[in-house]
């Protein structure tokens, strides 16, 4: 038994352990010009950030208008996201060595993430972070994304862990009322900085408004180990 009792820990995938909103960002952007709106930009992107690809597409359908059907969509949204990941996902360097510390502790990991599988299975093996991640649910496979709080309960039954014993990490609002719906504790690393005072982040047990630039495994740890020994 690890220093961290029972704790599980539960991953968001896009913003929170890679950067991977840039991809997401061209990726919609040639969606959109394919259907002939081209002029999407960074601040219209940031809008939907935390938000389920599938989820996402249905809004951009009401507010451009647009006419394919929402499978269309989504079939070619994920295939330009899927060329331009397998080229290149950062990682951030402070959550690798975070996944690693806790891998090496034995603490049971998920990653829960509004992406499709394909999508966070060819950012796992292209990071090298399948190894650890074993446990991975996209919103694709429950009734309702995020901040509906579906994916963050099936990666606990999926652990075999009741919802009090674990901890989220979150780089967007709906991630982190997501948690909190689900009854978990929330580690917050806002990715859009304008939203760290968004109420849902109020409900975490630790909000980096400073973002990943922020975030130390160490500190991580210490916040664990530390909520690990009061509860």
């Given at each position: 038994m690890s220093t961290l009792g029972s704790t599980s820990?539960?991953?968001?995938?896009?913003?929170?352990?890679?950067?991977?909103?840039?991809?997401?960002?061209?990726?919609?952007?040639?969606?959109?010009?394919?259907?002939?709106i081209?002029?999407?930009?960074?601040?219209?992107?940031?809008?939907?950030?935390?938000?389920?690809?599938?989820?996402?597409?249905?809004?951009?359908?009401?507010?451009?208008?647009?006419?394919?059907?929402?499978?269309?969509?989504?079939?070619?949204?994920?295939?330009r996201y899927l060329e331009l990941a397998r080229v290149s996902t950062p990682v951030y360097p402070q959550m690798r060595t975070f996944v690693e510390l806790l891998a090496a502790e034995g603490v049971p990991l998920a990653v829960a993430s509004g992406s499709s599988p394909e999508a966070i299975e060819a950012i796992l093996a292209g990071t090298g972070l399948a190894s650890h991640l074993t446990t991975v649910v996209s919103a694709d496979e429950v009734a309702h994304g995020k901040p509906a709080p579906d994916v963050f309960l099936e990666a606990a039954r999926r652990l075999g862990a009741t919802p009090a014993d674990c901890v989220v990490l979150e780089?967007?609002?709906?991630?982190?009322?997501?948690?909190?719906?689900?009854?978990?504790?929330?580690?917050?690393?806002?990715?859009?900085?304008?939203?760290?005072d968004d109420p849902a982040f109020a409900t975490a047990g630790v909000l980096l408004r400073g973002g990943q630039a922020e975030f130390t495994a160490q500190s991580a740890y210490a916040w664990l180990t530390g909520s690990a020994a009061a509860s």
């Amino acid at each position: 038994m690890s220093t961290l009792g029972s704790t599980s820990v539960i991953f968001d995938l896009d913003g929170t352990l890679v950067d991977s909103e840039p991809n997401y960002f061209e990726a919609g952007r040639q969606t959109l010009a394919g259907q002939g709106i081209t002029d999407f930009t960074w601040a219209d992107h940031e809008r939907y950030v935390g938000i389920s690809t599938q989820e996402t597409l249905a809004l951009w359908k009401e507010r451009y208008g647009l006419t394919a059907p929402l499978d269309t969509l989504l079939a070619d949204k994920n295939r330009r996201y899927l060329e331009l990941a397998r080229v290149s996902t950062p990682v951030y360097p402070q959550m690798r060595t975070f996944v690693e510390l806790l891998a090496a502790e034995g603490v049971p990991l998920a990653v829960a993430s509004g992406s499709s599988p394909e999508a966070i299975e060819a950012i796992l093996a292209g990071t090298g972070l399948a190894s650890h991640l074993t446990t991975v649910v996209s919103a694709d496979e429950v009734a309702h994304g995020k901040p509906a709080p579906d994916v963050f309960l099936e990666a606990a039954r999926r652990l075999g862990a009741t919802p009090a014993d674990c901890v989220v990490l979150e780089d967007a609002a709906p991630g982190a009322a997501a948690a909190h719906a689900a009854g978990m504790r929330c580690i917050a690393i806002p990715y859009v900085a304008a939203q760290a005072d968004d109420p849902a982040f109020a409900t975490a047990g630790v909000l980096l408004r400073g973002g990943q630039a922020e975030f130390t495994a160490q500190s991580a740890y210490a916040w664990l180990t530390g909520s690990a020994a009061a509860s």
